[in-house]
């Protein structure tokens, strides 16, 4: 526990605690805009903030280790923004700036790229706040995560609906003579048999006349 922060982004700022961690990350994201490095929480850090307090990252720290991009950097703000938010701490607009601008792979998990422009949008808004659990609300939202895949699921059954209508309109086309006669033969079959029922209703109201039953 005496031991500060031996991750090699902070080291030489001796933090000792989680929120002088963040007041460290905070300086090296002014000091590296904007080429900021992709990864904010590396295993030194990680074991640092548990040594000083497990809820901070252990429900987070399974997807903290994932090698899907969009768990890492979600995780990564989870245990940023509960650090900032638990300590009360003043607004961070540089730290706030990094992490939106490894929020690509959050957002593009998304499939609908109108709520992905909207989502851009609204983050770049908050951002300037400072305040990471408005960047986190934003970016986690259950409801829209599910509507977003129901959304999804029905547009690629619409594509396999008009993809195998394409196939059929090649098919056609490979062989116009052979599909216009049998579209022919299956119009020429209905007409038939259309006229057929009205010459049989007609004669019957000639013969019967009008009490006949139609």
């Not at 929120?19 to 904010?40: D, F, G, R």
């Not at 010459?199 to 019957?204: D, E, N, Q, T």
């Amino acid at each position: 526990p005496s031991i500060h922060c031996l991750s090699p982004l902070v080291e030489e700022y001796y933090a000792s605690s989680p929120q002088e961690y963040l007041k460290a990350l905070e300086s090296v994201a002014k000091v590296k805009a904007p080429n900021y490095p992709s990864t904010i929480i590396d295993q030194h850090a990680a074991c640092f903030l548990i040594s000083r307090d497990t809820r901070l990252i252990e429900p987070h720290a399974y997807d903290l280790t994932s090698s899907q991009d969009f768990r890492h950097v979600i995780a990564t703000l989870n245990i940023l923004a509960g650090i900032q938010k638990f300590n009360n701490m003043e607004p961070l607009p540089n730290l706030t700036e990094w992490i939106c601008s490894i929020l690509d792979p959050v957002i593009e998990r998304y499939h609908d790229t109108e709520y992905q422009k909207k989502l851009r949008k609204d983050i770049e808004s908050k951002k300037e706040d400072g305040d990471l659990s408005k960047i986190l609300i934003l970016l986690e939202s259950p409801e829209k995560v599910k509507k977003d895949q129901v959304t999804y699921r029905r547009a690629l059954a619409k594509y396999r609906e008009l993809e195998t209508e394409k196939q059929v309109l090649i098919k056609k086309m490979q062989k116009p003579k052979y599909f216009s006669e049998r579209t022919g033969q299956e119009w020429a079959a209905t007409i038939s048999g259309v006229i057929s029922v009205l010459i049989i209703i007609g004669f019957l109201l000639v013969h019967y006349g009008t009490d006949v039953p139609l």
